[in-house]
């Protein structure tokens, strides 16, 4: 066999003139030190965005109930259920499953604006009690129901459609101004 020196002069290359491989430790070394730190790096960002991002659970609740005690005044006093169905096109949009026939009386209506979403709000009076029912575009998917005590009055929710709607009376009686707005009957016993 021939010694053969262009060979044994290129130190840089191996016998088939590729580039050197490198060795197996420094491969081994590279790739253990990439995947802590990428799970370093994605651990503390969701952790971050919990602990940064204001909970805002319960909080279509506690503004109903917050828009029922208050005296503020209605952008629509005692409409007819064609105005009120007019009013609720023009600020919500159309399909808005208010209570239209029954013992349910609009006293007024007015819009608000519930993390970031247009809402509605029409006072109600039913059975001598007066009851706030809020109507926003659903934000969850699942259906859900709910019923809280507050302060004297009953925060009944619930789906109806793409919408969800909250009722806010007194706790007094429940059963009397439930059914007339549409809760459903789970929610009034």
């Known amino acids: 066999m021939r010694y053969n020196a262009a060979v044994s002069e290129a130190s840089d290359t191996d016998l088939h003139g590729g580039p050197p491989k490198r060795e197996p430790d420094f491969v081994l070394r590279s790739n253990t030190f990439a995947f802590p ?34 005296s ?24 808005v499953p208010w209570p239209v026939e029954g013992d349910a009386v609009p006293v007024g209506a007015r819009s608000i604006e519930i993390q970031r979403l247009r809402a509605g709000i029409v006072r109600y009076r039913v059975a001598d009690a007066e009851v706030s029912l809020v109507a926003q575009r659903a934000r969850d998917a699942p259906p859900r129901r709910r019923r809280l005590a507050d302060e004297g009055d009953t925060i009944l929710s619930w789906r109806a459609g ?28």
Do not use: C
């Open 37 to 70: 730190l990428s799970a370093i790096v994605l651990v503390a960002t969701v952790a971050a965005v919990y602990y940064f991002t204001p909970v805002r659970k319960g909080v279509l609740f506690a503004r109903a109930a917050a828009e029922h005690r208050s």
């Open 162 to 189: 793409k919408w969800t709607m909250v009722a806010v009376g007194p706790s007094a009686n429940v059963a009397a101004w439930a059914r007339p707005l549409g809760a459903p009957d789970k929610l009034v016993k």
């Open 72 to 95: 503020d005044a209605p952008d629509l006093a005692e409409p007819s259920p064609d105005q009120l169905a007019a009013w609720s096109i023009g600020a919500l949009g159309p399909d």
